[in-house]
């Protein structure tokens, strides 16, 4: 039994549209998968269902707690509700607000000609995706300033770099209610990325319960056993259920593939156990 509940389309920064996601979700033996973009839920629009899988609509905000940029998944929400669709669509409107200052932030620090052209670039390679720093990646790598998206972000988009715009998003209690006004519940996403000492990690789980926050990926993408043995004992302590997901964004990434996920350590309560 393979359970994915973090991945990406084409919708957000991953490669693939969310039903060849699907194909490749069956291929990989998935019984269950949740398509989680940044910021979007338009993946769930018009897409069919598979025999085989089940399919949990999600969703990852981004929003803010303290000086972090924290994200929250939202699983098993309802992906037409007018109330998210709204929220999304403010979030989508950060977006853009927040391009704008990363294009002018990297034209001061002489990476890019000028806001313009940069935005020009950028909106061109993200389309009609939910716009967001990858996309800054790959136009770095079109015009010559960087080697590889992966330099990008290390020299400029990264936590700490010029690029690195996070005050466009919302507070963090804001993205857990409106999940949880959608009927879905809200999972700290990949605690360990945040690179943060325990304690400051234990008081930022201490708000996202009392915000209403209800579970946490105790298996994340890539992470050794040590972390994730680590994070279920957060888990219990916390009384958060727990999720698991690779975060795919694309097959180039083997430490993230789609459904390659291990498997929950003994002593967690699985977040899918009210779906099956
Ligand atoms: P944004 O939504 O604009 O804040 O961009 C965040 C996304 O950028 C993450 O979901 C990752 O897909 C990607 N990302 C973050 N850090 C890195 C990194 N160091 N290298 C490559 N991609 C990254
Ligand atoms: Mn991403
Ligand atoms: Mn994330
Ligand atoms: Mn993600």
Redesign the pocket.
């Known amino acids: 039994m393979s359970i994915d509940l973090h991945s990406?389309s084409s919708h957000?920064?991953g490669e693939l549209s969310p039903s060849d996601l699907i194909e490749l979700a069956l291929k990989n033996k998935a019984t269950m998968l949740s398509i989680t973009d940044?910021?979007t839920v338009s993946a769930y629009e018009g897409l069919g269902k598979r025999s085989g899988l089940q399919v949990i609509p999600g969703v990852?905000f981004?929003s803010i707690w303290g000086n972090v940029?924290v994200?929250v998944v939202g699983l098993g929400i309802d992906p037409f509700d007018q109330d998210l669709l709204s929220a999304c669509a403010d979030q989508s409107v950060r977006?853009l607000k927040?391009a704008q200052i990363i294009a002018w932030r990297l034209f001061s620090s002489r990476v890019v000609p000028s806001v313009e052209l940069a935005m020009e670039g950028v909106l061109e390679i993200a389309g009609r995706r939910?716009?967001?720093?990858?996309?800054?990646?790959e136009y770095l790598v079109q015009i010559g300033a960087c080697a590889d998206?992966?330099s990008?972000?290390?020299s400029y988009?990264?936590?700490g770099k010029a690029g690195d715009v996070?005050d466009q998003w919302p507070d963090m209690d804001e993205v857990i209610a409106w999940i949880r006004q959608a009927g879905g519940t809200p999972v700290l996403a990949h605690p360990a990325k945040y690179k943060m000492t325990r304690s400051k990690l234990i008081r930022m789980i201490t708000d996202f319960k009392k915000f209403g926050g209800e579970s946490i990926e105790v298996c994340s993408g890539y992470q050794t056993n040590e972390t994730t043995r680590s994070i279920s004992q957060l888990s219990e302590r916390f009384d958060l259920s727990a999720s698991c997901g690779s975060?795919f964004?694309s097959i180039d990434r083997p430490w993230s593939q789609l459904g390659k996920v291990p498997d929950l350590p003994k002593n967690c309560r699985p977040v899918w156990e009210k779906w099956v």
């Open positions: 990406h957000s920064d940044h910021d990852e981004s940029n994200h977006r927040r939910a716009i967001g720093r990858p996309h800054f990646a998206t992966g990008a972000f290390h988009l990264a936590a996070k975060d964004h």
